[in-house]
T-cell receptor, first 115, second 114 residues
């Protein structure tokens, strides 16, 4: 079974631009979560989607948004990029989202550099 | 809110040494606990997990026991190898606002010298 895939793997943007990142979950998984990883803040939860609905959201500004499609693929968008948005963005999928014992499986991440 | 505190790194050991990485947590309810590992340039891989008190998770020689009385989930390995060099993250999973959410520790960088 294929793992979680993320595209693109690397991205360079300039301040003020916007970016869209894509995540394809493991086949059969309906929950997709997004995390931001930076050296200073570590791993921080962005949001989680299940059956095309955002079920949970972290403490990030409204510039960060996402969506999920009927095939469970998810995208996240960051508008008006700032230098501090440079990070590794990780996507994780799980079968369902309402059980704490459910394992989340991570993709390789998209490394975003904002210049 | 829920939180995870990990042993500060970096940790440097010689091959075949015994490894312990401490992890303690604060949570309401009954979280599940996880250890993830991140190799250079890669995403996170699940190493092991435990879903209830006194459960022991194990994988690839690594072990961790869910200790509710000490709110801990320390990672141990009896004999480390150079290939174990990576960053290790302790995490808890709880239901927050009706949906699952992972809360991570800050990560511990482990370097094993031959």
């Amino acid at each position: 079974k294929a793992g979680v895939t993320q595209t693109p793997r690397y991205l360079i943007k300039t301040r003020g631009q916007q970016v869209t990142l894509s995540c394809s979950p493991i086949s059969g998984h309906r929950s997709v979560s997004w995390y931001q990883q930076t050296p200073g803040q570590g791993l921080q939860f962005l949001f989680e989607y299940f059956s095309e609905t955002q079920r949970n959201k972290g403490n990030f500004p409204g510039r960060f948004s996402g969506r999920q499609f009927s095939n469970s693929r998810s995208e996240m968008n960051v508008s008006t990029l700032e230098l501090g948005d440079s990070a590794l963005y990780l996507c994780a999928s799980s079968f369902v989202s309402v059980k704490p014992q459910e394992t989340q499986y991570f993709g390789p991440g998209t490394r975003l550099l904002v210049l | 809110g829920d939180s995870v505190t990990q042993m500060e790194g970096p940790v440097t050991l010689s091959e075949e040494a015994f490894l312990t990485i401490n992890c303690t947590y604060t949570a309401t309810g009954y979280p599940s606990l996880f250890w993830y590992v991140q190799y250079p340039g890669e995403g996170l891989q699940l190493l092991l997990k435990a879903t209830k008190a006194d459960d022991k998770g194990s994988n690839k020689g690594f072990e961790a026991t869910y200790r509710k009385e000490t709110t801990s989930f320390h990672l141990e390995k009896g004999s480390v190898q150079v290939s174990d060099s990576a960053v290790y993250f302790c995490a808890l999973s709880g239901i927050i606002q009706g949906a699952q959410k992972l809360v991570f520790g800050q990560g511990t960088r482990l370097t094993i010298n031959p």
